[in-house]
C-alpha cells in the first residue's frame, strides 16, 4: 500500500481535460514537501512532467499543470492527447518515515 | 544534458547480492548534485523507492529494505552503486538510478534517470 494514494485509471477523449488526484497526509504533502509528477510510457523511464508542485520543466507542454492544497495534490492535463497516454506518479518526501515516497500510479487512456 | 546508464548482473540466484553500478556522465554535474538515488519498479507494478545518498555521503534507504540495502559512491569513476543481499524472487524489477538538478539542495524530485535495467532472482 503506498504512502500517496492515487486512482488507478483515469480516461477522456481527445481534447479533453482530466485531473489525477495524489493524496497524502501530514507527514508529507502536508509537512509540507514538494510534489512531483512523472509520467511513465511502459518500457521507458520515468519523466518529469511537474517539479515543485506546480513548475514545468522546459520541454513540458503547458496543458500540463499542478496544484497543492493541504495534504493533497492534484496533476491536470488539458488538451488531451494520443501521446499522453502511459502511468502517472506522484512523489513527494515523508519526514515520518525518512523516505522518498511515491503513488501506486494512475493509467491515463486516450479514449 | 546528463546522461546515467545502470549496468550489472541481470541473472541473480536467490539468496545472492544484486549489485548495481550507475555510470554518470558528466563529470561537473557529478561533482554538484546534492543526492544521487536508486529506484525499482517490479513487472507490471509502480515505482518503489530504493534509497538515495547525499553528496555529504549520508544516506537515506526504504525502512522495508534497509537492513539489506547499501548505496556507495565512486567519485573517481563518476558513479554510484547499488547491493542489495539476500536477494528473493520478490526483488526481481527493472531497477533506475537517478539524480536531481545541481540546483536543488533539499530532497526533492528525481530529474534525471537511467534507462533502467530489469534484474531476475531465480531460484
Known amino acids: 500500500q503506498s504512502v500517496l494514494t492515487q486512482p488507478p485509471s483515469v480516461s477522456g477523449a481527445p481534447g479533453q481535460r482530466v485531473t489525477i488526484s495524489c493524496t497524502g497526509s501530514?507527514?508529507?504533502?502536508?509537512?509540507?514537501?514538494?510534489v512531483h509528477w512523472y509520467h511513465q510510457v511502459p518500457g521507458t523511464a520515468p519523466k518529469v512532467v511537474i517539479f515543485g508542485n506546480d513548475n514545468r520543466p522546459s520541454g513540458v507542454p503547458d496543458r500540463f499543470s499542478g496544484s497543492k492544497s493541504d495534504t493533497s495534490a492534484s496533476l491536470a492535463i488539458t488538451g488531451l492527447q494520443a501521446d499522453d497516454e502511459g502511468d502517472y506518479y506522484c512523489q513527494s518526501f515523508d519526514r515520518r518515515l525518512d523516505s522518498w515516497v511515491f503513488g501506486g500510479g494512475t493509467k491515463v487512456t486516450v479514449l | 544534458q546528463v546522461h546515467l546508464q545502470e549496468s550489472g548482473p541481470g541473472l541473480v540466484k536467490a539468496s545472492e547480492t544484486l549489485s548495481l553500478t550507475c555510470s554518470v556522465s558528466r563529470d561537473s554535474f557529478y561533482r554538484h548534485a546534492y543526492y544521487w538515488g536508486w529506484i525499482r519498479q517490479p513487472p507490471g507494478k509502480g515505482l518503489e523507492w530504493i534509497g538515495t545518498m547525499f553528496s555529504t555521503e549520508y544516506s537515506y534507504y526504504n525502512p522495508s529494505l534497509q537492513s539489506r540495502v547499501t548505496i556507495s559512491l565512486d567519485r573517481s569513476k563518476n558513479q554510484f552503486s547499488l547491493r542489495l543481499t539476500s536477494v528473493t524472487a520478490a526483488d526481481t524489477a527493472v531497477y533506475f538510478c537517478?539524480?536531481?538538478?545541481?540546483?536543488?539542495?533539499?530532497?526533492?524530485?528525481?530529474?534525471?534517470w537511467g534507462q533502467g535495467m530489469l534484474v531476475t532472482v531465480s531460484p
Open positions: 501530514n507527514s508529507n504533502i502536508g509537512a509540507p514537501y514538494d
Open positions: 537517478a539524480t536531481v538538478r545541481p540546483e536543488v539542495v533539499v530532497p526533492h524530485s528525481f530529474d534525471y
